[in-house]
């Protein structure tokens, strides 16, 4: 059963560049059937889709994210990576990581997800 | 930029029935997915494609749609049930991913 677990700093500086990284275990990152995705849970709010990276390398940001984002894949070290720039206290939330599948262009879900990690941006 | 709906709460005591419902323009079009969150914990997919049932969900849970709005049911609900709940979808070209607000189930 895949697995996947993010890491990465808990505290950012506001302006600087939030980095982290999913690991993928127990399945295969270069399955065309998958699809890598990042997700944010803001403080008692809801949930904000991220992006999706497939194993080619192709991406699909969230417009609101799109200028300050940049979503990378590693098939190598079976590992996909976000890197949010220019952070604010906006940007503090719990970050997942997820493995998503596409329902032959329809739409596209989760059904995997990492525990998630928390980030905080503060000086 | 397209919008998800859910009612903020729900509320039902042990043994009803719970519905939350989930309105979206692009739901006639679009599958549907719920996912189940309790705190601290991450989200767990419990119905997709509208109304199926992945391996490990009770068969409590069951998902419908009608038109512009998506139908998530727990019957007999338990006090495990407690959690919040967000119908997922996709925008007009089925590439963007879009979240509804969120609901609370409270089991009184």
């Known amino acids: 059963q895949v697995q996947l677990q993010e890491s990465g700093p808990g505290l950012v500086k506001p302006s600087q560049t939030l980095s982290l990284t999913c690991t993928v275990s127990?399945?295969?990152?270069?399955?065309?059937?998958?699809?890598w995705s990042w997700i944010r849970h803001h403080p008692g709010k809801g949930l904000e889709w991220i992006g999706y990276?497939?194993?080619?390398?192709?991406?699909y940001y969230n417009p609101s994210l799109k200028s300050r984002l940049t979503i990378s894949v590693d098939t190598s070290k079976t590992q996909f990576s976000l890197k949010l720039s220019s952070v604010t206290a906006a940007d503090t939330a719990v970050y997942y990581c997820?493995?998503?599948?596409?329902?032959?262009?329809?739409?596209?879900?989760?059904?995997?997800w990492g525990q998630g990690t928390l980030v905080t941006v503060s000086s | 930029s397209y919008e998800l709906t859910q009612p903020p709460s729900v509320s039902v005591s042990p043994g009803q029935t719970a519905r939350i419902t989930c309105s979206g323009g692009?739901?006639?079009?679009?599958?549907a997915y719920w996912y189940q969150q309790k705190p601290g914990q991450a989200p767990v997919l419990v119905i997709y494609?509208?109304?199926e049932r992945p391996s490990g969900i009770p068969e409590r849970f069951s998902g419908s749609s009608s038109g512009t709005t998506v139908t998530l049911t727990i019957s007999g609900v338990q006090a495990e049930d407690e959690a919040d709940y967000y119908c997922?979808?996709?925008?007009?070209?089925?590439?963007?991913?879009?979240f509804g607000g969120g609901t609370k189930l409270t089991v009184l």
């Open positions: 692009e739901l006639p079009k679009r599958y």
């Open positions: 997922q979808s996709a925008d007009s070209v089925g590439i963007y991913v879009v």
């Open positions: 494609k509208d109304s």
């Open positions: 990276i497939y194993y080619s390398g192709t991406t």
């Open positions: 997820a493995r998503g599948k596409d329902t032959g262009g329809n739409s596209k879900y989760f059904d995997s």
């Open positions: 127990g399945g295969s990152i270069s399955s065309g059937a998958y699809y």
